[in-house]
């Protein structure tokens, strides 16, 4: 007889993720899957599109990341427009509006998510272990989340246009520079704003570092890291070409420009999940995945051009000798690297005169296809159009980050779940650790409609004949 | 209450799937009308950071479609609650109340408008008719509220069912 733990959130229309664990006749775990329901319709939905609208209407697609769709598309739109290399003051705006969206979005991650398990210890009671239990033992770095996270959307709004259905990147460039009222405004609280993100850093950091053997057994397994990197080798979070390095550091491919992804990054079905599967088409499925976001990156990347993050990215890699290191709980730390990263970025573009610059747009000869590439908080972002000769388009294929993080939040889940699960009951303790070596990723569940309603996490426990055996949930 | 108020007016939702928009759809019909003394806000989903604004008013109206529920709309009051969520992709406008008043130090009152939608499950940037009817009738709520500075008695009015 076989046994299925199925962890379930509830949800009214879609977007959800569940977690099925597989256990054989004596109650021991074969294998776990994490079920991330994606709704491929919107590449379907961009299709007749013009070509000039996608960059706006493709945010429809996420509300978490709005800010990376719409860059990922409009850097394809500049292909097809004939832009190969925007004005400074468009390539800078962009990239301000870039790190106003990373800093952000790792804020909230860390502050809303991680910190609890961080501050607390995964093992503290989840009554007290949460955001709400920081709020209270630590309120100043609640406040200091709140207001990073204010920080990076005042970003936004000044570089879009506006939070919700952004503007500001066009295909070509921008349609706005920003105003020295609008820079004044940012530099006023920037000082304090890079104080909260050291602040922030050194508390993932101290936590890795002691409690790095339970960070060594905590869904560890080796892994292909991927992404895009900048001709001399530094993290370059919005442009360059695509470096993938094995779990040793050795290079698979490097510096391939993304035009040509599909020649070295393949995506495969599997039959229990809508997600894909990508890979490393030189490797083969089975060996070719890999991991994308925050920890790819700082372990692919040959150095960071900011100085503090650069500081804390050697003392990351020094933890395992300057090999790639292949930590879920690292995620934690490096992304934390990366918030420091981007705050130093929008100190440098601040401080950069052409952000004020009138040459926004520029036009070229058209073409028919192209790729959009980013990376996004989660992870490398794929983008990739065709245009017909009426602009419209004909067609799109998105990879999104958590797709390529499918496989390795499948291992890490399997992992938890081999060494927490005890018999078939759903203890809070089994939860907890499936939720944190999820959390690590900070997946994206695609809940792109909101409406009124929660999203708690459910855990059942279902026999091979469907009845549910156990029932939990996290709230 | 009846003093002078600062309104904020959060409509949340996501304009691409179809009656999803109906929060963000409501507060565009708010915005044009350009009503003094309230803000008007709309978002893809409730974020963190809206407590701080919210710290920052007399009263806040969150305003959202419902999947269920009474026609055309319901209204009611929104405590502070202390809740916690799986993950960053949503936070509730109780646990927002609760940020606001009990870690920004705001007095804010919350209220929540639940507009009736019926279409989710596809992408498309339009609102069912029975949605648009149902936005009709909460905008012309939502101005007569406004006008009247008053809210209380409404909620059980139009108490959700």
Redesign the interface.
Known sequence: MTNKITIE?VT???GHGKVTIHLDDNKQVTDAKLHIVE?R??ER?IQGRPFWEVPV?I???C??C?VSHHLAAAKAMDIIVGVDKLTPTAEKMRRLMHYGQMF??HA??F???CSPDLLFGFDADVAIR???GV?EKF?EL??Q???M??YG?EIIKMTAGK???GTGAIPGGINKNLSIEERDTLLKELDQQIEWSKGALKIAKDYTVEHLELAKEFANFDSNHLTLIREDGAMDLYHGNLRAIDKDGNKIFDQVNYQGYHEYIAEEVRDWSYMKFPFIKSIGNEDGWYRVGPLARVNACDFIDTPVAEEARKEFMAVTNGKPNNLSLGYHWTRMIELVHSIEKIKELLNDSDLQGEDLVLKGERREEAVGLIEAPRGTLFHHYKVNENDQVTMCNLIVSTTSNNEPMNRAVSGVAKKYLSGVEITEGLLNHV?VAI?AY????S???????????EVKVVDCAGNVLDKKS?? | MNEASTILLIGYGNPGRLDDGLGPALADAIEAKRIPGVTVDSNYQLSVEDADAIARHNIVLFVDADVQGREPFWFGRVEPKKEVSFSSHSISPEALMDMANNLLEGETRGYILGIRGYEFNEFGERLSAKASANLAAAVQFVEKAIAEKEFDQYTSVYKNA
Do not use: W, Y
């Open positions: 959130p009214r229309v879609e709704f319709g919107f939905f209407t945010q429809r697609l509300g978490i709005p952000q979005s909230l991650h502050f809303h998510l949460n955001v709400i709020a309120p609640a406040v989340g709140v207001m996270r204010k959307q939070k919700i259905h939720e959390r900070d997946p994206c569940l809940c792109a409609t909101h409406a009124l309603g929660r999203m708690p996490l996290t709230n």
